[in-house]
């Protein structure tokens, strides 16, 4: 062992618009935080990051902002991006004299412009890191859900978030074919709060929706119908008001976002040479990501595409753990 993998801490890092995973090599995953950052507007001082600042969100006074450093898997503010960064790898690891400023590998979106991997690149330096590595999305996705893409066959891996849905074709460790779309978790959200409002006259806040949406929601109907009480402002009073809200309600609200997500899945397909699509009916689609474990998703796509559909194990870290595992290349080849 050389002296330097003695002091190895190189992390793997899923970068994520609503989630931020590391992986510490040779201790798991470390880190997981939603990607918030609280920042107090007149001194622009950065209050909170995590869950701590995501606890803010929608309950804060005037001067805080509760901020998401990044849209649809890209950077989109960089001081926030570097303060939130450096703030999560110092919980990961313990830098000092002997251990040095950690390698990092980060996962990208697969079609990213030169430009936008730049930034991350220098935000993971500027938030101390010692190099980095970038390593596109769906592979870390397929490598995380344990597939094996080395060979010539085809896979599928739909990683739903919560800004945008990827889509990507697999083979020979390379990504063949892909496409994202700006429907996944995050626009099942707010189809939910604009329901609510319309429909029941009732406000609620973007935590109340997501939890409507893990609770009840669904995108293929649930074998029975269930409800949930909710608790919101009454659009004309102002007042607190109660409402109880029912699966299948909530059903119809989500087909149109879903139904973007299908549309996509099968464009990808139409696109993708026959033979890997062969490759695919036979080896089955595999869906990544957070917004995959809504309740029915699995089901839907394999109704629309014919093609059998699994959810991964630890949908939420796949991207992550393929990160995670890719250190190990860079140990053995640098
Ligand atoms: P990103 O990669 O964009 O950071 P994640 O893969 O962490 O996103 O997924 C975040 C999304 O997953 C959010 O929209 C969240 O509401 C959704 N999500 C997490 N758990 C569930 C669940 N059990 N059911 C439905 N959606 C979920
Ligand atoms: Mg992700």
Request: proline share 4%.
């Amino acid at each position: 062992m050389s002296l330097f993998s003695m002091f190895s801490n190189d992390l793997g890092v899923d970068l994520g618009t609503s989630n931020v995973l590391i992986y510490a090599d040779g201790k798991g995953l470390v880190v997981r935080e939603p990607s918030v950052v609280a920042v107090d507007k007149n001194t622009g001082k950065i209050l909170q990051v995590g869950s701590a600042a995501r606890n803010m969100l929608g309950r804060t006074p005037g001067n805080v902002v509760a901020m998401h450093p990044l849209r649809d898997g890209v950077i989109c503010d960089h001081e926030l991006t570097v303060k939130m960064l450096q703030s999560l790898f110092r919980s990961a690891i313990k830098t000092s004299l002997f251990n040095p400023k950690p390698r990092v590998i980060i996962s990208v979106p697969s079609g990213v412009t030169e430009i936008e991997e730049r930034t991350v690149i220098n935000a993971a330096i500027e938030a101390g890191a010692r190099r980095v590595y970038l390593i596109e999305e769906p592979l870390a996705a397929a490598l995380g859900a344990g597939l094996d893409i080395s060979g010539p066959s085809g896979h599928m891996v739909i990683d739903i978030g919560g800004g945008t849905t990827d889509i990507a074709v697999l083979s020979l460790n390379g990504v063949a074919n892909s496409a994202s779309v700006e429907a996944a978790g995050d626009a099942f959200d707010e189809a939910i709060a604009r329901h609510v409002r319309r429909k029941h006259g009732v406000v609620i806040g973007q935590v109340t929706a997501e939890e409507i949406k893990i609770q009840i929601g669904c995108v293929w109907p649930r074998p029975e119908d269930i409800t949930m009480s909710v608790k919101g402002r009454d659009a004309k009073t102002g007042l607190p008001r109660e409402i109880l809200l029912y699966s299948s309600e909530i059903y119809e609200v989500l087909r149109r976002p879903a139904r973007m997500i299908t549309d996509e899945v099968l464009h990808v397909l139409e696109e993708t040479s026959p033979e890997l699509v062969g490759d695919i009916a036979q080896n089955g689609i595999t869906l990544t990501g957070g917004g995959s474990q809504i309740w029915g998703m699995d089901q839907l796509i394999a109704d629309r595409t014919a093609i059998a559909c699994t959810i991964a194990d630890d949908p939420d870290f796949c991207v992550v753990y393929g990160c995670g595992k890719a250190i190990g290349w860079i140990n053995d080849t640098l």
